[in-house]
């Protein structure tokens, strides 16, 4: 089990990526609080020294370098772009922003640009026959003061480029290895659209229970800008990857082991008909929570959504910009279930429940089985992101038609790597409905070389998960026995506890994420300061990482999210593998300066 260093994570300075010098780093140390309020403000001294960032907030340096070079060869000073793995999602970009600007015209101030391996040119034009030959990049150019628009959709759906790919086309592009194709209409149906009998499918589609199409799209991979990786085993490594979200590999042996053992039931050997093909791969956690709003709404119509619970906030943002809209029950108390069923009695309709298992970051547990119930009576989906308490502690595909998770997390734990999932339960009421639309409409759209490192990442995830939920634990007992600690928000102690054990699974623990508040707003910048472990963005990594995340995530909002209890000075841990001592003497010594903190400071 590989248990990051402290030494080295502690080493980072404002800007630095976590983990240090790591080209694709998932985190970017923020150190003080007075450096995560500078970057949310927008001043220099922080953003300038910014290497990385979350890369769904942050366009990383080298997908903004191959945007730029794009626009250079193909666009206009005025222009920028921002680039898609697929036509079809670059649409959804164009519409989007069409929706919001109608002054953008499709086909003239607002532009697709697909890019082709140039296998198929002849005298630097596509051939017909390869007309219909998916593209590996599509950019959207626009007008530039409209960044913010594409950002919005760029950040909300979680559908941009990753900045593997992105490196890797570009130095394609400069090497001439990649054609271009100006579209002017941008398509509403999705992928199969470049599967017409006549034409050639160059993407490696490894969507479940399907080979790859082609080998031009490995060869294309594998060729000299493959960084010594075997590309050809993208579809094997996600393959493993989707055994170990069904459970039906737990063991941690290297790839070639993997899928030459004999294949067990799997964790959900319960819910009848489950099988790893029900598994679905995403570049990212919100790109499975968006893209299974988009099926949602294609396979059961526009209707209003239910984001219940306090929500990580792109969540909410998604229901409430795409479609008729969402009633939000911030609080997710069983009143609010209680008004929902009001409501269905009068005879309102809702698409689906969207909420978190348990929320983030206030960490309480939503009832399932309550929401079944009113699920199945009244007609809507339940869709369940168990990110945080993960499939090795709870199981709830028994309450969800849908369930999605973010495997940037805690699956892969080294913060090198973004991927999501999505598991149909075959037991929904709309289960065919929707693995009909998954067959016409899914794309593999994962990266394989970000494939292979999730899957190598993802080998010891079982083996963690115990250690991290003590860890956890024994950090827990430490803040709650301190007087200057207001409030810990942990499953275990939260009064929803009930509901968690609900789901949890026999060997379950309750995971290793924890919120903590202080008797005053000096004492919690005090103690983060202090607080000797890793500071940025995201969770679930393998080492001790922490943020005021409200300040993060809500800064312009911070009057708005305090009326759920979820308040300013809120400090989130997520805790890793380091030796439990260690840990606890960290914690220990920030809340001795903590306490020695007078409302005078």
């Known amino acids: 089990m590989a248990i990051a260093s402290t030494v080295t994570m502690l080493s980072s300075e404002v800007g630095e990526s ?51 070079a794009i626009v250079s060869r193909h666009g206009s000073p005025d222009e920028k772009a921002f680039l898609f793995p697929s036509h079809p999602v670059a649409s959804r970009c164009a519409e989007f922003m069409r929706k919001q600007v109608p002054s953008l015209v499709i086909g003239k101030s607002l532009r697709l640009v697909d890019l082709y391996p140039n296998s198929g040119l002849s005298n630097g034009k596509v051939e017909s026959e390869t007309m219909h030959v998916k593209p590996i990049i599509s950019a959207v150019l626009f007008p530039r003061d409209h960044i913010k628009i594409a950002k919005t959709f760029w950040q909300h759906s979680g559908d941009g480029v990753s900045s593997r790919r992105a490196e890797y086309c570009h130095r394609a592009f400069d090497d001439g290895r990649l054609t271009i194709q100006n579209t002017t209409v941008p398509p509403t149906k999705g992928p199969r659209r470049y599967q017409k009998k006549e034409s050639i499918d160059n993407s490696i589609q490894c969507e479940p229970g399907r080979a790859p ?8 991979v594998e060729e000299r800008f493959g960084r010594n990786l075997d590309i050809s085993l993208a579809c094997n490594a996600k393959q493993a990857i989707r055994r170990r979200i069904a459970g039906a590999l737990t063991a941690n042996v290297d790839l070639h082991e993997a899928l030459e053992m004999a294949k067990p039931s799997t964790r959900t050997e319960h819910v009848g008909g489950f099988s790893e093909h029900d598994v679905y791969l995403y570049p990212c956690g919100m790109s499975s929570i968006f893209n299974t709003h988009r099926v949602m709404m294609a396979c059961r119509g526009e209707m209003k959504s239910i984001s219940f619970g306090f929500p990580y906030i792109d969540t909410l943002k ?60 009244y007609d809507f989906a339940v869709v369940v992101d168990e990110t945080i308490g993960n499939f090795i502690n709870v199981h709830v595909l028994p309450y969800a038609d849908v369930v999605v998770s973010s495997l940037t997390k805690v699956f892969t734990g080294e913060c090198n790597v973004m991927g999501g999932s999505s598991v149909l339960n075959p037991q929904s009421r709309y289960y065919s409905q929707l693995k009909h639309f998954m067959h016409e409409d899914y794309e593999d759209n994962y990266w394989p070389e970000d ?3 999730m899957e190598r990442n993802s080998r010891d995830f079982v083996s963690r998960i115990d250690r991290i939920n003590k860890n956890a634990e024994a950090i827990c007992e430490t803040l709650r026995v301190s007087p200057i600690v207001k409030e810990v928000y942990y499953p275990k102690y939260s009064p929803t506890r009930v509901f968690y054990d609900d789901c949890r699974n026999t060997n379950g623990g309750y995971g290793g994420l924890l919120s903590v508040t202080f008797q005053t707003y000096l004492q919690a910048i005090a103690f983060f300061d202090r607080l000797e472990t890793a500071k940025g963005p995201s969770l679930g990594t393998n080492f001790t990482l922490s943020s005021p995340y409200v300040i993060l995530a809500h800064y312009g909002e911070l009057d708005w999210s305090a009326q759920f209890g979820v308040e300013a000075d809120l400090i989130r841990i997520s805790v890793g593998l380091e030796d439990p001592g260690d840990l606890r003497s960290r914690v220990e010594q920030a809340l001795v300066v903590a306490r020695e903190t007078t409302n005078d400071e």
Not at 330 to 358: Q, V, Y
Request: charged share 30%.
């Open 18 to 68: 976590i983990p240090p010098d790591t080209a694709h780093a998932v985190s970017v140390s923020l150190p003080t609080w007075k450096a995560n309020v500078g970057y949310e403000e927008g001043e220099d001294w922080v953003l300038g020294k910014m290497k990385t960032g979350y890369p769904r907030f942050f366009v990383h340096k080298s997908i903004e370098a191959f945007a730029n």
């Open 213 to 220: 199409d082609r080998k031009d799209y490995l060869q294309f």
């Open 318 to 377: 998604i229901l409430e910009k795409w479609g008729p809209g969402c009633l939000f029950y911030g609080h997710g108390e069983p009143a609010d279930l209680d008004d929902l069923e009001r409501r269905c009695e009068s005879g309102e309709r809702f698409l689906a429940l969207f909420c978190e298992f348990p929320g983030n970051p206030l960490l309480k547990t939503p009832d399932l089985r309550r929401i079944r119930t009113l699920a199945n009576r």
């Open 451 to 453: 494939a292979i490192f």
